[in-house]
């Protein structure tokens, strides 16, 4: 019986994560922690039974508290929770679902008490992957990615020769305005760029994506989990997103990893490697399957991602500034307070106005973020 605890439980990647586990029968989950939905924690907690629950805040804390009086279960609040949910002494693998750099301080409690991490938040390494790897390094501990990229990549590099790598070929859907010019974009409402044609994912994560910042968070995501420079990492628009992404060895031979756009199988298989399971759904069916196209992506409009590849080549804190900024400004765009062509910008003014940490530690990441913060509600 493998037994998993998961930050982020109530969310897209966290209910995903928990459909497997009920559908194999063979996890047990023994700490959860969410945001604010403690109506859906409830139901995961009569379900799940783990020793331990975790939400943010303390007012819902003691709601929770209330209503789970009859079970034995222990239920924190604020970072303390979220570091008992990442250390708690049962759990083999920690999944962490959370959303933003509050993922970095669990993710390196977890390590440290001998967690393997099935990554789904890209925060982490985005902004501190000089503090991460080497520290999974240091405790013997396995980052799995749950990203569908970064899944696929981690796949199409089993049975090869990492050291012969040369190249991430890390594939786009394009979002739903692929093949619009900036001019197309001025009167984007919230409801066009909630629209994905392919994945149904997170309302933060889909936006990331119809702006391309989604695709360049993961092109640095890639720098740290694969050890490879941002110029060895080269985006491919795939617009029917089956292939997830691919390698490219020395000897010029492509590896790719095919599928349905199933957030299941990248979850399951960070779950099980180096194992295998079957997983129900729909499968590729090739006789129906009438194409598989690519284009290169228009960085020009889209020019978050060449933000990203310029944040990833230098370093240091400003993929800390990148991932603020974006993050920051995504919210405002979702609440109506920009508009759509505004967050690439506010993310470059982030950038430009920055001055560089070349190591940062993780007090200077946090910092750093703040400082971003403080610099937008100024300026915005």
Known sequence: MKKIAVLGSTGSIGTQTLEIVRTNGDIQVTALAAGRNITLLEEQIREFRP????????????????????????????????????????SEILVTAIVGMIGILPTIEAIKAGKDIALANKETLVTAGHIIIPLAEEY??????????????????????RKALHKILLTASGGPFRGKKREELENIQVEDALKHPNWEMGRKITIDSSTMVNKGLEVIEA????????????????????????????????IAQLGTPDMKLPIQYALYYPERRYLPGERLDFAALTEITFEKPDMDTFYGLKLAYEAGRKGGSLPTVLNAANERAVAMFLDRKIRYLQIPEIIRACMEEHRNIESPTVEEILKTEQETYEFIKKRW
């Open 51 to 90: 020793c331990l629950a975790a939400v943010w805040e303390e007012e819902r804390a003691a709601e929770l508290r209330d209503r789970v009086r009859d079970l034995d279960v222990r239920i924190m609040s604020g970072m303390d929770g979220l570091l008992a949910v990442a250390s708690e002494p049962e």
């Open 140 to 161: 013997h501990v396995s980052i799995l990615p749950v990203d569908s990229e970064h899944s696929a990549i981690f796949q199409s590099l089993q049975g090869g020769q």
């Open 223 to 254: 720098k740290w989990l694969f050890g490879v420079s941002v110029d060895q990492i080269q985006v491919v628009v795939q617009p029917q997103s089956i292939i997830h992404s691919m390698v490219e060895y020395e000897d010029g031979a492509v």
